[in-house]
Each structure stands twice: as C-alpha cells, then as structure tokens.
T-cell receptor, first 118, second 115 residues
Framework: DSGVTQTPKHLITATGQRVTLRCSPR?????VYWYQQSLDQGLQFLIQ???????AKGNILERFSAQQFPDLHSELNLSSLELGDSALYFC?????????????????FGPGTRLTVL | AQTVTQSQPEMSVQEAETVTLSCTYD???????LFWYKQPPSRQMILVIR??????QNATENRFSVNFQKAAKSFSLKISDSQLGDTAMYFC????????????FGKGTHLIIQP
C-alpha cells in the first residue's frame, strides 16, 4: 500500500458525459501528479500540482482539468468524454524534492481509477 | 523533450535465472532521475529502484540492480534469482531534477517468469 488513495476504483459512463476522479496523496506529500494509461498511448503524464498550484503540464487535453485543494487532495475533471478516453488514470504523490536528504522526485502511485466510456 | 525507449516488448526466463531488461533515454538535462517501476496484473505501479544521474555508483535493492551508463544514456535493470512473483510489466521512467516535471515512461517490457 503506497498511502495514495483514489476513488472511485471503477467508473462507467457514456460519451459526452463529465466525470471527476479524486486522489488523496500520502500524508505530508505536497505534489500530486496525474497519469493516463491506455493501450495505444501507454503511460502519459497529464499534470502536476504542488501545494495547490499547477506546476507542470504534460499531454493533458483541453477537455480535462485538475485542481488541488487546501487539504492537498486533488481532483481530475474529464468532460465531453469520448470512447478514446477509456483508460486507467493514476494519481501519484511525492514529497518536497527540496527537502535535505529527501528521496528526490520519487513518486508513489495510487491504485488507479479504471474509466470506461461507452 | 526527453524520450525513453524499451526495446524488448516481452521476455521470458526460468525461475531462479538472471534477466536483464534494457532501457535507453534521450535528454539534454544534466540533473535527472531514472526509475524502474513494476506493474503486476493488479495494475498497481510499484517502484523497484531509482538512480540519481549525478551518482556514479549503480543502485541496488536486494535482487534488483541497475547498470547506469550515463554517457551512453543507458539504464538497464538486472533481476537476479528471478521469482514467479517477478512476473509483471516493467517500465523505465525518467524525470528531470527540481521536482517540476512528471515521469516520462517507456512502453514497457512484459517479463514472464516460468516455473
């Protein structure tokens, strides 16, 4: 158990709909990352938040957005869903890489949310 | 932009054998980190081993060790005394230093340990 929690575990919805995925990082971790794993695209970095602020952007579509709340949990919002958005969505967290003696960029992954768009 | 290449889509070895998974990467960064993650059938992503680019010594974690060749941009994973529980997808991953970047993953190697 990595200490990162994600809900829900599974989500089935229809094209055109909007869903929200939730992630709670490990206690004390300030950074949250979102990844998408699909058969054709592999594992792709979507976006990173650090202590409530967006810090890095990857291959995130404009239909997708995320935020990190004051209690450090994060939500990934996916809208106007298409069949191709069906994937496993991972959240990961990491401690402050600036901490002396810290693990340095090590990311701990949650169990993922399996999204199926029908 | 950095890229990570894993050239072996699938490998199969007998239990107790030693196996080496290959990974090459391309980057213009000088400060970066490399990782191997394991994804068993449960789909959980599990960190196996990490390597800081500024460290010349190769990282080891029990039966897992890496061969880090910075000049060649190569980062292979060696699994000694392989066990049935090592059966999984293995992903090589890269991130730049500084903590403001996600992981760039290779396409993975499906490792099968035969009894």
């Amino acid at each position: 158990d990595s200490g990162v929690t994600q809900t829900p575990k599974h989500l089935i919805t229809a094209t055109g709909q909007r869903v929200t995925l939730r992630c709670s990082p490990r206690s004390g971790d300030l950074s949250v990352y979102w990844y998408q794993q699909s058969l054709d695209q592999g594992l792709q970095f979507l976006i990173q938040y650090y202590n409530g602020e967006e810090r890095a952007k990857g291959n995130i579509l404009e239909r997708f957005s995320a935020q990190q709340f004051p209690d450090l949990h994060s939500e990934l919002n996916l809208s106007s869903l298409e069949l191709g958005d069906s994937a496993l969505y991972f959240c990961a967290s990491s401690p402050d890489p600036g901490l002396a003696g810290g693990p340095g960029n090590e990311q701990f992954f949650g169990p993922g949310t399996r999204l199926t768009v029908l | 932009a950095q890229t990570v290449t894993q050239s072996q889509p699938e490998m199969s070895v007998q239990e107790a054998e030693t196996v080496t998974l290959s990974c090459t990467y391309d980057t213009s960064e000088n400060n970066y980190y490399l990782f191997w993650y394991k994804q068993p059938p449960s789909r959980q992503m599990i960190l196996v081993i990490r390597q800081e680019a500024y460290k010349q010594q190769n990282a080891t974690e029990n039966r897992f060790s890496v061969n880090f060749q910075k000049a060649a941009k190569s980062f292979s994973l060696k699994i000694s005394d392989s066990q049935l529980g090592d059966t999984a997808m293995y992903f090589c991953a890269f991130t730049a230093g500084g903590g403001a970047d996600g992981l760039t993953f290779g396409k993975g190697t499906h490792l099968i340990i035969q009894p």
